[in-house]
């Protein structure tokens, strides 16, 4: 069956140091992968999107990388802040037409000052 | 703010009875999705609408339908309710009909309590 991995334990780190979270898929072929940002309570806010045939998409302190071989994405947050602090999320295109995401169950992120 | 409005906000019922959510999305984005969020299950995709036309399924019950407006607002009916649906209900809107090639903005979310 299909499946995406986040790691569900939470991810505690130190202020300033760099946040790296994995998402693993099986059974999927996708064009596209998208990070989300989620704090308790309300909607997704998009981060990043990467493709296929990028390996790496970079915006501020953000860093995303996709390898098809491995079938897995490692997002960075570089210079962590406490304001970082939520649950990330990532989301593939499901191969039915490219016409669904389907979404990791995400990782909680705590930065502590 | 992302632009995408949902209403209401909360919403208690209780079980057999039926609700309908109501999203509007970005101005200018034509396709409307609807996700389910609960403790358990994560975000599930549910439905997905483009211009009016219903674009792709997911898990989505029989007991709930949807539908899109020509004003391009988009409505969520869930009926006889039961207590496992309550969850938080997420509507998003992008500008193309291909989920994968654009971010979906998401709305507020209806928290859905059935007692």
Do not use: M
Not at chain 1, 8 to 13: G, P
Not at chain 1, 71 to 80: E, G, P, R, V
């Amino acid at each position: 069956s299909q499946k995406i991995e986040q790691n569900s334990e939470a991810l505690n780190i130190q202020e300033g140091k760099t946040a790296t979270l994995t998402c693993n898929y099986t059974n999927y072929s996708p064009a596209y992968l998208q990070w989300y940002r989620q704090d308790p309570g309300r909607g997704p806010v998009f981060l990043l999107l990467i493709r296929e045939n990028e390996k790496e998409k970079r915006k501020e302190r953000l860093k995303v990388t996709f390898d098809t071989t491995l079938k897995q994405s490692l997002f960075h947050i570089t210079a962590s802040q406490p304001a970082d602090s939520a649950t990330y999320l990532c989301a593939l295109d499901v191969d039915t037409g490219r016409r669904a995401l389907t979404f990791g169950s995400g990782t909680r992120l705590q930065v502590q000052p | 703010d992302s632009g995408v409005t949902q209403t209401p906000k909360h919403l208690i019922t209780a079980t057999g009875q039926r609700v309908t959510l109501r999203c509007s999305p970005r101005s200018g984005d034509l396709s409307v999705y609807w996700y389910q969020q609960s403790l358990d299950q994560g975000l599930q995709f549910l439905i997905q609408y483009y211009n009016g036309e219903e674009r792709a399924k997911g898990n989505i019950l029989e007991r709930f339908s949807a539908q899109q407006f020509p004003d391009l607002h988009s409505e969520l009916n869930l009926s006889s309710l039961e207590l496992g649906d309550s969850a938080l209900y997420f509507c998003a809107s992008s500008n193309l009909g291909l989920a994968g090639n654009n971010e979906q903005f998401f709305g507020p979310g209806t928290r859905l309590t059935v007692l």
